[in-house]
């Protein structure tokens, strides 16, 4: 639903640059843009996401309750913008607001090599790359279950 109301809202919007599907230009008007759009697809993440950090254009989430990959590495608050679902119909406002007043300091946190680091993979695996970071998570979940697990045994 938030898709069809930005294609409705702003698909004629000179401001921005909507396609309903993939291009050969894709990645470089990634990269020639301010902000990349990352409403909720047909799963609860989007590759759209780690592609926007990666190529330096400003993440705009718009997915009531995402939960983004690895918080503890990534400081969501300072790389990104969140707006609300309900909020899409004055998406124009806020980025026109979000450009005068912090998207500077937006864009030098989300430039930080250790940020696009911990969301890209290497190989070999590199320490705090994507791999580091799932087994980082997930050894904290095996510390969680372990720890409820001796608890309902005593």
Sequence with gaps: R????????????????????????YQSEIVRSTFCLCPLGWAPWSPRLVESVALGCVPVIIADGIRLP????????????TVAESDVDNLGKILAHVAATNLTAIQKNLWDPEVRKALLYHDPIIEGDATWQILVSLKEKLGRSHRRSRVSIQ
């Design 2 to 25: 938030v898709r069809t109301v930005i294609l409705r809202k702003y698909g004629s919007d000179r401001r921005f640059y909507l396609r309903r599907h993939r291009f050969a230009g």
């Design 70 to 81: 690895f918080p503890s590495a990534v400081p969501w608050p300072e790389i990104s913008l």
